[in-house]
Structure formats: C-alpha cells, structure tokens
C-alpha cells in the first residue's frame, strides 16, 4: 500500500519570503500522480499543484512549485513571495494511475501541515 | 475548476435519527465519488468510493449499514447517517472525480454534523 509522510506538523514564514513544505511516499508503482491540496480556514479543499511521476520536469503554478524527486520519492511544495491568504492547511496526496488501462485509484493523503503567514 | 456543492453547509441532528448529506458535481459528470471524514485538525479520511450506478465501496471498519451512499446519476451522491449518536459528529467531505484523464477530482465544501 501506498503512504505519504509530511513530516513538518506546523511551518512558519514571514509575509513575502519563501518556505518550503516537506513530502515522501512510499509506492512499488512506476505510474502515479501526486498533489497539493490547500484547506483554508473555509476548510474547501483546493488542489494547488499536479504533478505526474512520468514527468521529468518540476510543475509549477504562479507562486507554487514542486521539487519532484521520484529516485528519492520526494515532493516538496515551494511556495515563493507568501502572502496572507497562503495560510492553511497543505496537504501531500499520492494517487496511482496506470497508463496502459486507463484507471485510477483513490488519493492517498499525507498528515498536513498547517502553514502561518506573520507580518 | 469545476464545482462541487454539498448540502447542507451545517446540520444539528438529535440522537437516533437520521441524516442525509447530498453531494452535487454542478458542471461534470462524476463517476466516481468519495466521501471523506475529517477530524479535528486531521487529515481526510476516506469512508467509501461509489460509482455511479453501482454498490459503494467501503473503507475497511465504515460500518456500511450506518453510513448509506446512493450513486443515483453522474452528478448527485448521497451520504445517509442513521440513528446518528453523538460520536458521529464530524466533518464530511464529499469528492467527485471526473471519468477522463487526468481524472481530475473536485471537492466539495463539506458539511459540518453535530448530533446532540
């Protein structure tokens, strides 16, 4: 089975720095995706980054961007010029998905970590 | 993104009775859903998967008979809560996956169930 491990309970950075938030997993299977979710205070979860392990290069959204190590089994999310409303919960989620049939599997979600943003 | 709606935001139930949560993927059909749990300051928890028009799939100790999931069409799912008791009281989190790479899937606001 499938598990992911943020190993970072609680991050802190200051307002338009830049932190990184921590990812491993564990799997057997060469073809998966992982993600970011994002779950403000609303508690709506909110998908910020995809990343598919058959790519090589990193993904990136606006601000967000993953360092993919899949030798290492590795996926940290870097969240550059932080703001305000970045702060939540982050969530590391794991999700096979084999090409050759077509289906894909439940997510597989890491503990979280709770990200705050200070003046 | 596509939307996923969840009614109600907020419901308050009296022990023994039941509750019913409805999960709405507003533009995508969903064939699949989830229903999640969410503990205080907790990752999801997946209860069950269910696919249009079939059985849902229970998580291993979700107690099938007390948590009901209807698959009726591709975008309404619901989650019955009978004879609630009080250590049902959580947070529930509807997901609808869409039926195409990248299966893309879209969560719901969730619904917040106290039982008294």
């Known amino acids: 089975a499938q598990t992911v491990t943020q190993s970072q309970p609680e991050m802190s950075v200051q307002e338009a720095e830049t932190v990184t938030l921590s990812c491993t997993y564990d799997t057997s299977e060469s073809d998966y995706y992982l993600f970011w979710y994002k779950q403000p205070p609303s508690r709506q979860m909110i998908l910020v980054i995809r990343?598919?392990?058959?790519?090589?290069q990193n993904a990136t959204e606006n601000r967000f961007s993953v360092n993919f190590q899949k030798a290492a089994k590795s996926f940290s999310l870097k969240i550059s010029d932080s703001q305000l409303g970045d702060a939540a919960m982050y969530f590391c989620?794991?999700?096979?998905?084999?090409?050759?049939?077509?289906?894909?599997?439940?997510?597989?979600f890491g503990t979280g970590t709770r990200l705050q943003v200070t003046l | 993104g596509a939307v996923v709606s969840q009614h109600p935001s907020r419901v308050i139930c009296k022990s023994g009775t039941s509750v019913k949560i409805e999960c709405r993927s507003l533009d995508f059909q969903a064939t699949t859903m989830f229903w999640y749990r969410q503990f205080p300051k907790k990752s999801l928890m997946l209860m069950a998967t269910s696919n249009e028009g079939s059985k849902a799939t229970y998580e291993q100790g979700v107690e099938k008979d007390k948590f009901l999931i209807n698959h009726a069409s591709l975008t309404l799912s619901t989650l019955t809560v009978t004879s609630a008791h009080p250590e049902d009281s959580s947070f529930y989190i509807c997901?609808?996956?869409?039926?195409?790479?990248?299966?893309?899937?879209?969560f719901g606001p969730g619904t917040r169930l106290t039982v008294t």
């Open positions: 997901s609808a996956r869409t039926g195409r790479p990248p299966y893309e899937q879209y």
């Open positions: 990343q598919e392990a058959y790519k090589q």
């Open positions: 989620a794991y999700r096979s998905y084999p090409r050759a049939t077509g289906t894909a599997s439940k997510l597989t």
